[in-house]
């Protein structure tokens, strides 16, 4: 089992950054890869950006503006946000997989319980 935490989620205006952290505990947290999807009001859950130990992926709509790291001494992945857009407003959660890495959120085996980003105009 793989216990996730985020945090870091709050109000922004528009043009503002914000980091997000998501703590892992119970298991080896190097071996996993990570990612963050988000989920607006009404909308599907969408992937933003994933990190293995090689390389790491986003959707284009984040690209230049969000960047994920990790930090495996102190078993946490972050997701610096900036420039963000209203747009940008979701539900983000911090998403495991021991054997997957990509943007299918089904593969993903241990998730946290979301942290709530607004962006106002």
């Known amino acids: 089992q793989v216990q996730l935490v985020e945090s870091g989620g709050g109000l922004v205006q528009a043009g503002g950054s914000l980091r997000l952290s998501c703590a892992a505990s119970?298991?080896?947290?190097?071996?996993?890869?990570m990612a963050w999807f988000r989920q607006a009001p009404g909308k599907e859950r969408e992937f933003v950006t994933s990190?293995?130990?090689?390389?790491?992926a986003y959707t284009d709509s984040v690209k230049g503006r969000f960047t994920i790291s990790r930090d495996n001494a102190k078993n946490t992945v972050y997701l610096q946000m900036n420039s963000l857009k209203p747009e940008d407003t979701a539900v983000y959660y911090c998403?495991?997989?021991?054997?997957?890495?990509?943007?299918?959120?089904?593969?993903?085996?241990?998730w946290g319980q979301g942290t709530q980003v607004t962006v106002s105009s």
């Open positions: 998403a495991a997989a021991r054997f997957f890495y990509g943007s299918n959120s089904e593969r993903y085996n241990y």
């Open positions: 119970g298991r080896t947290f190097s071996n996993y890869n």
């Open positions: 990190i293995s130990t090689l390389t790491t």
